[in-house]
C-alpha cells in the first residue's frame, strides 16, 4: 500500500504540469483523493480534493486553474495545473482525502520560476 508523486519540475509563469499519484492498494481506489503543497516555511495545505458524488474541491487559490482527476484502471490520480504563477511554487503531495499520516510520501517538487 503506497503513493508515489511524480510529474514536478521547473517551469515558467504562466505554463503548465501534470502530477502523477501512482498508488497501489484498494485503499485509494475506493476512497476520496487529494492533493497537497507545502511551501518553504508554511504548512502544508490542501490544493485539490475528491468529494462525495464525484465532485471536486478546490481552494480559491488554484480554483479554475487546478483540476484533479483520477484513473482507477490505471492506478493514478491526476493534478492538472494550468496558469502557473510564482507563489505555486512548493513540494506537491498526494494521499487520502482527509489525509492519513502513514501515506505521505516524499512529494514532487515543482518551481515556477522565469
Known amino acids: 500500500v503506497q503513493l508515489q508523486a511524480s510529474g514536478g519540475g521547473l517551469v515558467q509563469p504562466g505554463g503548465s504540469l501534470r502530477l502523477s499519484c501512482a498508488f497501489s492498494?484498494?485503499?485509494?481506489?475506493?476512497?476520496?483523493m487529494g492533493w497537497y503543497r507545502q511551501a518553504p516555511g508554511k504548512q502544508r495545505a490542501l490544493v485539490a480534493r475528491?468529494?462525495?458524488?464525484?465532485?471536486?474541491d478546490y481552494p480559491d487559490s488554484v480554483k479554475g486553474r487546478f483540476t484533479i482527476a483520477r484513473d482507477n484502471a490505471k492506478n493514478t490520480v491526476y493534478l492538472q495545473m494550468n496558469s502557473l504563477k510564482p507563489e505555486d511554487t512548493a513540494v506537491y503531495y498526494c494521499?487520502?482525502?482527509?489525509?492519513?499520516?502513514?501515506?505521505w510520501g516524499q512529494g514532487t517538487q515543482v518551481t515556477v520560476s522565469s
Open positions: 492498494g484498494s485503499i485509494f481506489s475506493i476512497n476520496n
Open positions: 475528491e468529494i462525495t458524488g464525484g465532485d471536486t
Open positions: 494521499n487520502l482525502s482527509p489525509p492519513a499520516y502513514r501515506y
